[in-house]
């Protein structure tokens, strides 16, 4: 078995893998830091999620400036296609969290726009699982 497929061929990974969900949402120059911003704040009015700092040069294993939003594997189904029509060109890094933060940056991820790089060497390959952060926004609109 390979790091990348912990589970014996023909034996599928369970959903309960997946503590939680991170979208990375990445910008690069002014508009886009506008659009991001526009983003952020819809996302807030939408969505019970967790909005990260914003992070204006790279950190970990993230190449460009972004912020993450973590949210529950409940809203996933509504979230992200929402994110899939609003991104604006952004490139946006969806992950499950579960026990391999290594994997579930570089092999189990979904993008929305452009791919980025993933500097995944600077990740483990074990850890807890993250469960969705606690929420700091109060929807008042519908998706």
Known sequence: MSK?????????????EIASYHAHIYFGDAAQRRHAEWLRQRIGERFRVRLGSWRDEPVGPHEQAMYQVSFATEIFATLVPWLMLNHG????????NTTNPKRDHTVDP??????????????????????????????????
């Open 110 to 143: 979904i993008w929305i726009g452009r791919s980025l790089g993933v500097h995944g060497e600077v990740l483990g390959e074990e850890d807890e699982a993250e469960e969705a952060l606690e929420v700091n926004t109060q929807p008042t609109l519908e998706a």
């Open 89 to 96: 060109g952004l490139s946006i890094l969806v992950h499950p």
């Open 4 to 16: 990348a497929n912990p589970t014996p061929a023909g034996q599928p990974r369970p959903l309960a």
